[in-house]
């Protein structure tokens, strides 16, 4: 069974930094194009950064410059490093790795920027 799960977020201050992490199963990780959503209520899942197998990225407008994602094959993690952040950035954050045209989605960890 594929599992996909993120951990990391909570409540931060504007101005501050976190780093989310997205464990994927060992069989799919290392051939999944890892991307990072996120959904704040009664809008629809943007697309904020995503990394291809070779390690190529792409960054939403919004959080270029801002956020970093990378990828550990050994540990079949990828992350999302966060800084500089602002209160439009609270969402939910997901994880979804991708296989060719099957995608396998986390369960979602909260992000709060917040004073």
């Known amino acids: 069974q594929v599992q996909v799960s993120e951990s990391g977020g909570g409540l931060v201050q504007p101005g501050g930094s976190l780093r989310l992490s997205c464990v994927a199963s060992?069989?799919?990780?290392?051939?999944?194009?890892v991307e990072w959503y996120r959904q704040t209520p009664g809008k629809e899942r943007e697309l904020v950064a995503k990394?291809?197998?070779?390690?190529?990225?792409e960054y939403a407008a919004s959080v270029q410059g801002r956020f970093t994602i990378s990828r550990d094959n050994d540990l079949n993690t990828a992350y999302l490093s966060m800084g500089s952040l602002k209160l439009e950035d609270t969402a939910v954050y997901y994880c979804?790795?991708?296989?060719?045209?099957?995608?396998?989605w986390g369960q979602g960890t909260q992000v709060t920027v917040s004073s």
């Open positions: 060992r069989s799919i990780f290392r051939v999944s194009v």
């Open positions: 990394i291809t197998t070779s390690g190529e990225t």
């Open positions: 979804n790795a991708r296989v060719f045209s099957r995608d396998f």
